[in-house]
């Protein structure tokens, strides 16, 4: 139920705001949900399947450009580039996957990280799409030639639907048969090998899926901006939702959500108050690490008891 | 491509894996004794990249420039092990991540602060600038063969290091079991230290060696730093002799990749496709080398903790 | 058809021949109990049935089927089912949510995105049964890490009957256990003779006399003896490797 207040409040959001005056909040707001969408789903892999997965922002950017790549050969329509999307970004989890995935703890962090780093220097020698230094989109994606999410309230509904889909979908998934199975093979796969599980199947599965949600949310980051650039795919993206996620409550998935409009809100106000504002967001970093392990979530639930 | 080019490309390719090498040495023994993935081992390079330049321009001496630097690098990695390292050692690998993370966005950003974000450059030392004849019509900069001198010396020093010293054997049993060796009365927070030191005088070295040659400024850790992950990750985690092997094989890789990719692709391709698909394949070539060689070893060339 | 036969198998380790051209086998129903020194590599052999480990040469079969090369989950698929020496169950869940999970590899969809388990029917009463065979029955609501050590290797034993294998590979599961609740163990694992084939690896003499209907015995990689448990008893060559020469 919890749930639903959650829902109604962020409904609720823009015409509030605009009341009171703060209605470019709620272009913060859309770039928070879609991060939100994004963190959500490396939550699933991250906190419930317990793969570190440090190449979270290629899948995102592959999702945008995605769209731009579309858009510059004349697909606009979102029926078809946003499906294409995550495709794309599913396609490539998966493919990477399939060689991440058999190794584990370190190795694979390390892995993910390369595999992040292949995509941004790929998509950052492609310079007929702006190479380095990126490209515009003159509009929006289209729904049967009309320009359904020019304007920002529609935009913010399209951004919260995807947001709240996907966090559905995340939660029936993980209290499905296939949920135990990535959770078991988070505590220790071995021991599900041995019961009969095909972890390694399971797993890849997770993953393929969960690149394809952080594909969507490339698509839409890239319609929120009407921008694309390989920074979209930095491991320095990758980090930022990680830190979404751990910021949370690893182990929550709406932790994962409310930490990305945390992590999103602090940087619009650091960044607005300092040039050098990472400097202050590395020292929050910092102290979530080692003091603040287990996020929001934790702490919640520490009160509460 | 003449014979010629391929030699300068390849001796390229030499100097880069050993400055690889010096940067992934102590990352992977980092990670081999102490069982901690440090992301911001690049802010290591970095710091012997802008202090070399830092000291050089105080006291105008290339040399004292580089020790000032090598000195400053470990004593930054030894405040950094004390104050923030240090607590994380038993924890799970995520935290260690988010905690280096936070590190490294602090430490690129204060460069950047501190210094300015314009790249910076360091010039040559007098005796060591120019160029040497090594073969007919190849003029190779004796800078650059300075870097590979101090790779392989340095790659020998590990060696003895390890095999023939007190510290090494320690460092060496302490891969294998820290806890062990500590109940048997070796120092094993000194011992971390000491590790960690080496590792960041290693790659403030690599740093401050590579500023006369490379662009100094704050994001020139970045993409070393990735490479450096790839080449344990090729080689082994843990093993010393693996980062060697992958740093060379990475370095050269890399370094021929991109000086033959364009040419290649002109094969297949016309030729203002090859020039887009050259540099792009160019640089996914070390990236699709790794997944090859995880594919079939996932452990690494030589892995060091058997699994 | 032996539920298990493994054949000339052999695995080195550099300098170490851990296991030395071993051959057995297990008939349907047989309790074969696998005894042996320390260091005589019964967890070489263990792994290496149970597909932890690969071979160097030799054969696995299973109900006829080459596994040799197979990987862990195949195995279990195909009616192997192990115990761990060091409890393996998830601490973190109740006994019946272990139990149903293990029950859950061998329903129809495993891996169902679909179906939600908190209140899956089939896998729950499965989970029961398994508890119930195992001796946890109304035990099933406790959280794993709640439960008394010989509870939780009962919980282990639960976990692999939950499948309904052919064949329980069990590694020592007596090992910590106290008096009493090796006693209840043991009588556990007497009740469910001739229902399953066993090959249990132990170290407690009185649960394998009690249990076994042929014991083998390794030393140093190889199969030294093999045979009903008092003609093992009186064998000098097992006298010998556990007693030296004198025994």
Known sequence: MRALAVLA??????????????????????????????????????????????????????????????????????????????????????????????????????????????????????????????MTLWSRSTLGGFGWIEGRWPFYYVALGAAAGAWALLRALGASRFGRVIDGARQNPARMAALGFDVR??????????????????????????????????????????????LGGAASLGGAGFGALVVVALEEALSGWTQHWRIAMGLIVLAVALFAREGLAGALARLRR | MSLTLLAVQALNGLQLGLLLFLIAAGLTLVFGVMDFINLAHGAQYITGAYLAVFFYGHTGHFGAALGLALLAALALGLVLEALVYRRLYHRPHLDQVLATFGVILILTEGARALFGPSPLSLPRPEILSGAVPLMDG?????????????????????????????LGMQLRAGADDAEMIGALGVDVARLFRAVFGLGAMLAGFAGAMAAP????????????????????????????????????????????????????????LSPSAANDAGPAVASMLVYVVMAAVLFARPQGLFPVKAQ | ????????????????TATDGVSLTVAPGEVHALIGPNGAGKTTLIAQIAGAL????????????????????????????????????????????????????????????????????????????????AGLAGRGDVRARALSHGERRALELAMALAGRPRLLLLDEPMA????????????????????????????????????????????????????????????????????GEDG
């Not at chain 1, 859309?30 to 789903?41: D, Y």
């Not at chain 1, 969507?216 to 920074?231: I, K, M, T």
């Not at chain 2, 650059?144 to 095999?163: E, K, N, T, Y």
């Not at chain 3, 999970?101 to 029961?128: I, K, M, T, W, Y």
Request: proline share 3%; net charge positive; aromatic share 8%.
């Open chain 2, 213 to 268: 040659v490379l662009a100094v400024e704050p994001d020139m850790g970045d993409g070393v730093l990735i490479l450096a992950f790839v080449v344990i990750v090729i080689g082994g985690v843990g093993s010393i002799r693996g980062a060697l092997a992958a740093a060379l094989l990475v370095g050269l890789v890399d370094t021929l990749g991109r000086s033959l990719s364009t040419d290649v692709a002109r094969l297949f």
């Open chain 1, 201 to 246: 199947r399971a797993q890849l599965a997770a993953y393929a899926l969960s690149g394809a949600l952080g594909g969507l949310a490339g698509a839409l980051l890239a319609n929120h901006a009407e921008y694309l650039s390989p920074a979209y795919m930095s491991w320095r993206r990758s980090g930022e939702l990680i830190v979404m996620v751990v």
């Open chain 3, 1 to 16: 058809m032996s539920v298990l036969a493994v054949e000339g198998l052999r695995k080195r380790f550099g300098a170490l």
């Open chain 3, 176 to 243: 910590g256990v106290g008096r009493d609740e090796t006693h209840r163990l043991t009588e556990t694992l007497r009740a469910l003779r001739g229902k399953v084939a066993m090959l249990l690896v132990e170290h407690d003499m009185g649960a394998v006399f009690a249990l076994a209907d042929r014991v083998s015995v390794l030393v140093a990689g190889r199969i030294i003896a093999t045979g009903a448990p008092e003609a093992i008893r009186a064998d000098p060559a097992v006298r010998a490797a556990y007693l």
């Open chain 2, 138 to 166: 190849l003029n190779y900069p004796v800078w650059r063969l300075a870097i590979i001198a101090a790779g392989l010396a340095a790659a020998l020093g590990l060696w003895l290091l390890v095999r023939r010293t007190r």
């Open chain 3, 54 to 133: 690969t071979p160097d040469a030799g054969a696995i079969r299973l109900m006829g089927r080459d596994v040799t090369r197979a990987p862990v989950f195949a195995r279990a698929r195909a009616g192997l089912a192990r115990t761990f020496q060091i409890s393996a169950t998830f601490l973190d869940m109740t006994a019946r949510e272990n139990a149903a999970l293990a029950a859950q590899a061998f329903a129809r969809r495993p891996l169902n995105p679909f179906s939600a388990v908190a209140r899956d029917g089939a896998l729950n009463a499965a989970a029961e049964a398994a508890l119930a065979l």
């Open chain 1, 9 to 134: 409040a962020l409904a609720a959001a823009p015409p509030v705001l605009e009341g009171l005056g703060a209605g470019f909040w709620v272009v913060t707001l859309s770039r928070a949900l879609i991060f939100a969408l994004a963190a959500m789903a490396l939550q699933f892999v991250l906190g419930r399947g317990g793969l570190v997965c440090f190449g979270f922002a290629a899948f995102m950017g592959i999702g945008a450009y995605a769209v731009g790549i579309a858009y510059a050969q004349g697909v606009e329509d979102a029926l078809v580039v946003f499906p294409l999307a995550m495709l794309a970004a599913g396609g490539f989890a998966a493919l990477t996957g399939l060689v991440a995935l058999r190794t584990r703890g370190v190795h694979f962090i390390m892995i993910t990280l390369a595999f992040g780093q292949m995509a941004y220097f790929a998509v950052t020698a492609l310079s007929a799409y702006g190479g380095d230094d990126g």
